[in-house]
Every structure is written in C-alpha cells, then in structure tokens.
C-alpha cells in the first residue's frame, strides 16, 4: 500500500522568480563579448608582430641581413633519434670488436662478452689479508 503525500492546497510555487528569458540573454551577451575579446586580443598580437618586425628593421640596422646566420656552436639537435641511432651503433662497436687502443704499450680493446668470459674464467685479483703480527 503506497500512500500518498498531503496535499496543501494553499502553498504553490513561484514562478515570477526566476526569469529565462533574461538568462538566456546574459549567456549570449557573455558569449559574444568573449568572441569580440578574442577577436581584439588576435587583432592586437598581429599588429604588435608586423611592428615589431619593423621596429628591429630600424632600431638595429646591421642585424637586417643575420636572420639565416646559424647560432654558434653547441646548438641543438635536429634528429635527435638519429643521432641517438649513431651514438648506441658507435657504442656497440666499441663493445664488440678487437682495437688497439695504444700498440706501443699492448693495451687492446676486446669484446665485452670475451672479456666477461676471460674474467670469469681467471677470476677477480684479491688482496691478501693483512698479517695480524704486524702493526
């Protein structure tokens, strides 16, 4: 069994408060005064770059004919894959192949996996421990 709820028939609600109408005419005014901002805003960053183009023309004549001149050196890189590309192929080489670092006092550069394996086999140097009977 569902009841249904008092009805007074003397309290009502008020529609005079609030006026749609009015509303919707401030939401549109909103909206084309933001369009017209943006528009303004626009108008006047063109404007100040074409005169500031022309300002650094005049103020400073001997830079007119620099603006292709690279920037000195280290600049930045274009492809930066790439040349992450080259430096691991440059790595890996190094680490992989047999190069005579200084032949006049034998030092060669061998493989890395050969030169795991040598250590593995030969071992790491330990020191000896220090004799107790001596300060």
């Known amino acids: 069994m569902t009841q249904t ?19 919707f005419k401030v939401g549109m005014a909103l909206i084309i005064l933001a369009g017209a901002i943006c528009v303004v805003v ?28 690279l920037p000195p050196a280290p600049r930045l890189q274009v492809t930066p894959r790439q040349d992450l ?11 992989n192949s047999y190069q005579w670092v200084d032949r006049s006092a034998g030092i060669v550069r061998i493989p890395i996996a050969e030169a795991m394996r040598l250590t593995v086999e030969r071992g790491l140097p330990v020191r000896k421990p220090p004799d107790p009977g001596k300060p």
């Not at 006047?44 to 603006?67: D, F, S, V």
């Not at 440059?90 to 680490?95: C, G, N, T, V």
């Open 5 to 23: 709820p008092p009805q007074n028939q003397s309290v009502h609600h008020d529609e005079s408060d609030v006026d749609i109408p009015a509303i």
């Open 42 to 69: 626009w108008l006047l960053l063109m404007w100040l770059n074409g005169h500031e183009a022309t300002k650094l023309r005049t103020e400073y004549p001997l830079a007119a004919g620099q603006e292709l001149r």
């Open 85 to 95: 590309r080259d430096l691991r192929a440059r790595e890996d080489q190094i680490l």
